[in-house]
Structures are given as structure tokens and as C-alpha cells.
T-cell receptor, first 112, second 118 residues
Framework: GAGVSQSPRYKVAKRGQDVALRCDPISGHVSLFWYQQALGQGPEFLTYFQNEAQLDKSGLPSDRFFAERPEGSVSTLKIQRTQQEDSAVYLC??????????FGQGTRLTVV | AQTVTQSQPEMSVQEAETVTLSCTYDTSENNYYLFWYKQPPSRQMILVIRQEAYKQQNATENRFSVNFQKAAKSFSLKISDSQLGDTAMYFCAFMKPSGSTSYGKLTFGQGTILTVHP
């Protein structure tokens, strides 16, 4: 497709369950970012890939969060043993360094 | 660390009128990029306009323009001839220049909810 695609759009997880969120970036985009957006807030940076290399993971809130991009294209954000505070929208973006990032529609995660 | 501040939680405007959204930021960098993003209820973050700090000329994209005041670290967005479809949350964002370790990473403000009334 022409844009950044994320799946699933919505995910409800029971507390303690593991989840995996997928991001398909725009074809050819070297950079890929994950952000976490709490309700009514601006997105907060989680992690950054350049091709398959994870260059910055300073925003990951705990060791329960793990991201990978093994072939430099599709990326997966995994959250282990989900907690209620993990409930948020998770946004993926790819870019065009200096040109701004292009975002997907996000995955809304609700932990119950 | 960079910070981005949007001091207007909510704004409203009548259709066809002009509205200005405020943004200030703090950085020790000399070169950087600034962006305005729009997020409608669909959650899709849409790039509205970008500004490179080394360019003195204010960026313009159709009905959208910015007032970039580098010394004051201010980056406001002006929307002219407002349309109902402009109703959304607007985020101001900062990005460090190339060569920095976190190049590409965006730091967002808290957002401003804009409502355009018919």
C-alpha cells in the first residue's frame, strides 16, 4: 500500500497477556519509529530503527517492551505481561529523515 | 532535552475565518526541524507543514502558514479560511538536525483541539 499500515487497529488484552503489534512501513523508508500516545496527550517516543538496526530504544518504558525489525521492513512491537498502564494508542511512523515522519493509524490497546 | 509547549488546550473558530495556534519550544540546537501535525478522530497523524530552522522564510502550504520566530523559539500555525474538515487535534513537533544521535525522533507538544463551527 501507499501508506504506513498497522495491525490490529484495536486490541483488548487481559492483564498479564502478551501482545504483538505490527507495522508495515512505506516501501523504501529506511527509518521506522514507534510512539505511545495516552488519551488526550501527544505521542511519546518509544524506539527507532534504521533499516534493521535499533539505534535508539531509550523511550521503552520497561523491559516488558520489545521491538524488532529483522529484515529492515516490517516491525513488531511486543509487550509482555501487559499491565493496565500499557493501555494507549501505539503509533508507528516511517520516514524520510528531515522530511517528517508518515504515521499509520495506530493500534488502540486496552488492557482489562 | 528538548521540550515543546502548546499553551492552548482548545480553540474554536467559525468557518471561513482565520485561527492561530501557538507553540513554543526549548532547545540548545541551532539547526533543527519543526512540524505541525493534524490528528482527526480517525487517529491518523497527518503532516500539515514543516519548517527548517536555518531557513528564515516562513513555510506555507495552501491555507496553512507558520510564523517562525527563532530567537523567541516560537512556531505558530495560522489556518486561513477555516473549513469544517480542519476540526482535529493539532500537534507541534521538534526534530533534531542530522548528525545527532536521535535524528528523526520527534518530540511533541501536548496538542490543541481545534473545532471549526459552521
Amino acid at each position: 500500500g501507499a501508506g504506513v499500515s498497522q495491525s490490529p487497529r484495536y486490541k483488548v488484552a487481559k492483564r498479564g497477556q502478551d501482545v504483538a503489534l505490527r507495522c508495515d512501513p512505506i516501501s523504501g523508508h529506511v527509518s521506522l519509529f514507534w510512539y505511545q500516545q495516552a488519551l488526550g496527550q501527544g505521542p511519546e517516543f518509544l524506539t527507532y530503527f534504521q533499516n534493521e538496526a535499533q539505534l535508539d530504544k531509550s523511550g521503552l518504558p520497561s523491559d516488558r517492551f520489545f521491538a524488532e525489525r529483522p529484515e529492515g521492513s516490517v516491525s513488531t512491537l511486543k509487550i509482555q505481561r501487559t499491565q493496565q498502564e500499557d493501555s494507549a494508542v501505539y503509533l508507528c511512523a516511517s520516514g524520510s529523515l528531515g522530511g517528517g515522519a508518515f504515521f499509520g493509524q495506530g493500534t488502540r490497546l486496552t488492557v482489562v | 532535552a528538548q521540550t515543546v509547549t502548546q499553551s492552548q488546550p482548545e480553540m474554536s473558530v467559525q468557518e471561513a475565518e482565520t485561527v492561530t495556534l501557538s507553540c513554543t519550544y526549548d532547545t540548545s540546537e541551532n539547526n533543527y526541524y519543526l512540524f505541525w501535525y493534524k490528528q482527526p478522530p480517525s487517529r491518523q497523524m497527518i503532516l500539515v507543514i514543516r519548517q527548517e530552522a536555518y531557513k528564515q522564510q516562513n513555510a506555507t502550504e495552501n491555507r496553512f502558514s507558520v510564523n517562525f520566530q527563532k530567537a523567541a523559539k516560537s512556531f505558530s500555525l495560522k489556518i486561513s479560511d477555516s473549513q469544517l474538515g480542519d476540526t482535529a487535534m493539532y500537534f507541534c513537533a521538534f526534530m533534531k538536525p542530522s548528525g545527532s544521535t536521535s535524528y528523526g525522533k520527534l518530540t511533541f507538544g501536548q496538542g490543541t483541539i481545534l473545532t471549526v463551527h459552521p
